[in-house]
């Protein structure tokens, strides 16, 4: 797979039997990767590069909430659905690693629409050079998500924890 083909991270105990998910993901030239759960997501998220993660609000043993502030401040962009009666709702949490709460909830087909646009968002950027990835790093007993970038011989690591400069998704200004 070419490095401008965008990788997607599935989360959720049925994630590898969404098989019409993935094969939307797939269709639309994505690399797709599994975790079952908050703990496994995390281990996937700090060892490899991943530039969309879909997930269910209620994972084994957490929400998607502590996902969405490991997360935060790095270049993912995170969707994480609600069951209801009829379906399902998606909704927005990170575009780029930007929170993007207060964005309206997506019926499937809407969610479809958008995912269409961030996988082209994602293939259009070019991405760095592997030793200018950024690596998301977890400190054992730290909450807030902490972004570096690998050192350089030019200079000294820099982080970036819970930035937000651009609090907006596909055209709607985030409240809060």
């Not at 965008?6 to 797709?32: D, F, M, T, Y």
């Not at 502590?66 to 209801?84: K, N």
């Not at 629409?113 to 007993?141: K, M, W, Y």
Request: charged residues 20%.
């Amino acid at each position: 797979m070419k490095a401008s083909e965008p990788r997607a991270l599935l989360i959720g105990e049925n994630s590898q039997g969404s098989s019409h998910l993935v094969k939307l993901l797939e269709g639309r030239g994505c690399e797709c990767s599994f975790a079952t759960c908050y703990q496994e997501a995390c281990s996937l998220l700090g060892t490899q590069p991943f530039d969309l993660v879909l997930s269910p609000m209620r994972l084994r043993g957490s929400s998607v909430f502590p996902l969405v502030s490991f997360l935060d401040g790095s270049a993912v962009t995170l969707f994480y659905f609600q069951l209801v009666e009829d379906g399902c709702w998606w909704l927005p949490a990170l575009r780029s690693g930007e929170k993007c709460f207060g964005s309206h909830a997506l019926r499937p087909s809407e969610f479809v629409v958008s995912l269409n646009e961030v996988i082209a968002e994602i293939r259009s950027r070019s991405r760095a050079p592997a030793e200018h990835q950024p690596v998301l790093v977890s400190a054992a007993q730290t909450s807030v998500a902490t972004l570096s970038r690998a050192r350089s011989s030019a200079g000294p690591m820099a982080a970036r924890v819970g930035h937000l400069e651009k609090p907006e998704f596909a055209g709607r200004r985030a409240v809060g």
